[in-house]
C-alpha cells in the first residue's frame, strides 16, 4: 500500500462550504485524487488555537459553527462524521504525553467547511489537533515530525488555514480583488522554498522580512501548513493543487506532498 499523501488546504471564507466556485472545485478534485480511501482523518485546524495539545476523542463530534455575520444557511451546515477514538489514541501515542483528550470540541469551520467538498459523504472518521497557542513554529514543526508513519496506516494528515491571511488589509465584499504585491511575493518565497527543499526557511518564517510579517501577522493560519510540510519525505513530489488569492490578502494555495 502506498503512503497516503499529506495536504495543506487554504480554506479561506467560511462561505466555501455553500459555494461552488473554482477552490471548490480543487478540492473536490483532492478527494478523487488520492491513491486509496483514507481509513482517517487527521485535521489541524487554525480555528482551534488553545493553550493545549488536545485531540478531539469523541465517537460522533459535533459540527462547530464558529464564527458570526454570516447566513443563517451557512449555521445550519452539518458535517456528520464520525470520530474515531481509535485514531485519537493513536495520535496521542506518538505525541506522549504533551496530549490530552478532549470531548468538549468538535469539527470547527476549518475542518467541515473544505472536507465537505473533498469528501462529501462523510463518511470517513475524523479527529482534529488542536494547535498549542503557547509554542512556537519550530516545537510545531518537531512535534509534527512525530506524526509520520500515520501516513503509511493509511490516515490522511490534513492542515487547514492560510499561508497568506491577513484580515487587516482583506477586501471585504470585493473578493476578486487584486491580490497585494506582498502577499504575491511572499507565496513565491514559499513556493521556492518548497521547490529547493528548504522546510528551515519556512519554519523561521519570521525571520523572512516584511512580506512575511504582514502575510502571518498570527500564527494560527499558517501553523497547520508546518504541521503538513513536516511530513514531506526525502525527494517527495510537492503541488499545488488549488491556488489563487481571495481579498487581495487571503493565499487560497493548497499543497500536497505524495
Not at 502571518?216 to 503541488?239: G, M
Amino acid at each position: 500500500m502506498p503512503a497516503m499523501p499529506a495536504i495543506f488546504v487554504g480554506h479561506g471564507n467560511p462561505m466555501n462550504a455553500l459555494s461552488r466556485n473554482a477552490y471548490t472545485a480543487g478540492w473536490s478534485a483532492i478527494g478523487l485524487s488520492l491513491p486509496f480511501k483514507p481509513r482517517a482523518i487527521l485535521s489541524i485546524s487554525a480555528h482551534w488555537y488553545v493553550p493545549e495539545t488536545a485531540l478531539t476523542s469523541m465517537a460522533a463530534p459535533r459540527t462547530i459553527h464558529d464564527f458570526g455575520g454570516f447566513p443563517q444557511a451557512l449555521h445550519q451546515v452539518q458535517y456528520p462524521a464520525p470520530g474515531s477514538p481509535q485514531l485519537a489514541a493513536e495520535v496521542a501515542d506518538l505525541l506522549g504525553p504533551i496530549a490530552v483528550m478532549d470531548v468538549g470540541w468538535g469539527l470547527d469551520h476549518g475542518t467541515w467547511s473544505v472536507l465537505l467538498h473533498v469528501f462529501p459523504e462523510a463518511d470517513i472518521p475524523v479527529v482534529q489537533l488542536s494547535i498549542n497557542e503557547t509554542r512556537d513554529a519550530a516545537w510545531h514543526f518537531d512535534i509534527a515530525r512525530r506524526l509520520a508513519p500515520l501516513r503509511d496506516r493509511g490516515v490522511l494528515l490534513f492542515g487547514s488555514g492560510n499561508i497568506v491571511h491577513n484580515l487587516h488589509t482583506y477586501s471585504w465584499g470585493k473578493h476578486n480583488t487584486e491580490p497585494y504585491d506582498w502577499t504575491i511575493r511572499f507565496e513565491n518565497t514559499v513556493r521556492s522554498a518548497l521547490a529547493s527543499g528548504d522546510a528551515e526557511s519556512l519554519v523561521a518564517y519570521e525571520k523572512l522580512g516584511r512580506d512575511a510579517l504582514l502575510s502571518v501577522p498570527t500564527p494560527e493560519h499558517y501553523l497547520p501548513f508546518l504541521y503538513i510540510l513536516a511530513q514531506r519525505r526525502d525527494k517527495e513530489k510537492v503541488s499545488f493543487p488549488v491556488e489563487g488569492f481571495d481579498g487581495g490578502s487571503i493565499s487560497m494555495l493548497a499543497v500536497k506532498f505524495g
